[in-house]
């Protein structure tokens, strides 16, 4: 179960200036709202469209954000027919559509020299990779990946989106009903390093996931 009371910090927004310490921002490719797993999945199909050999990506968000869920949409756009289970114990799973897909998780790992037993730099060189909870050995990942962030929008706020997807009148308001809808909710914010030298800019995200993208 996510703890709401947790609310996480808004992300920075689009652009990815400079914030006024002098800490570059993560610059913000694309920011979506969900209605349920199916819509989460369908968001992630659209995402494989564009994805080539070689991309990583690094899936964050609390246990029950839906990470694996986000993984399976991936998948289903990759035209992947095997049922995409969670890896949390086997490590690595490995699928093949149109790329091969490595499916990892990185929970378990006790520490960041386990990772090198990924053989990260292998499975990079061919297909696609997703680490959930990839962000726990960031200082081992190449610069140059998608962070996929996956939370519960923040308790209060106002959310609607420009093309309503199978929702219910929650998500088509924007008011959240925490004893409701919105406990489907889901804010997927799409980002890349500072700095990194990034082709994912150039892939229009914003406008590829436009039925998704969360409106303020
Ligand atoms: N909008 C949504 N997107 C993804 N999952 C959702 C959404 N709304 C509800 N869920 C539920 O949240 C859970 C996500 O699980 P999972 O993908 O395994 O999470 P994680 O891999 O991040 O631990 C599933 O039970 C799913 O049905
Ligand atoms: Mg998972």
């Given at each position: ?71 399976q949409g991936l998948g289903r756009g990759l035209g992947i027919e095997d049922r995409l289970t969670s890896p949390t114990f086997t490590l690595a799973n490995r699928y093949r559509g149109r790329l091969l897909l ?21 499975l990079l060189e061919d297909g696609v990779t997703v680490i959930e909870w990839g962000d726990r050995i960031a200082e081992v990942l190449p610069h140059d990946h998608l962070v996929v962030a996956i939370r519960y ?64």
């Amino acid at each position: 179960m996510v703890n709401r009371d947790r609310v996480s910090e808004p992300a920075p927004t689009a652009g990815g200036a400079p914030t006024g310490s002098g800490v570059p921002c993560t610059p913000v490719l694309a920011r979506l709202l969900t209605t349920g797993p199916d819509d989460t999945r369908a968001a992630a199909a659209e995402l494989a469209t564009v994805l080539v050999d070689g991309d990583l990506l690094v899936l964050t968000g609390d246990l029950g954000a839906g990470k694996t869920c986000f993984t399976q949409g991936l998948g289903r756009g990759l035209g992947i027919e095997d049922r995409l289970t969670s890896p949390t114990f086997t490590l690595a799973n490995r699928y093949r559509g149109r790329l091969l897909l490595h499916h990892l998780d990185v929970y378990r790992l006790d520490s960041v020299a386990e990772t090198v037993d990924l053989g990260l730099a292998e499975l990079l060189e061919d297909g696609v990779t997703v680490i959930e909870w990839g962000d726990r050995i960031a200082e081992v990942l190449p610069h140059d990946h998608l962070v996929v962030a996956i939370r519960y929008p923040e308790l209060g706020t106002e959310l609607t989106r420009p093309t309503e997807r199978g929702s219910g009148a929650a998500a088509e308001t924007g008011d959240i009903d925490w004893d409701g809808a919105a406990m489907s909710q889901r804010i997927i914010e799409l980002a890349t390093a500072a700095g990194a030298p990034s082709g994912w800019a150039d892939r229009d995200l914003d406008r590829l996931l436009a039925p998704w993208r969360a409106d303020r």
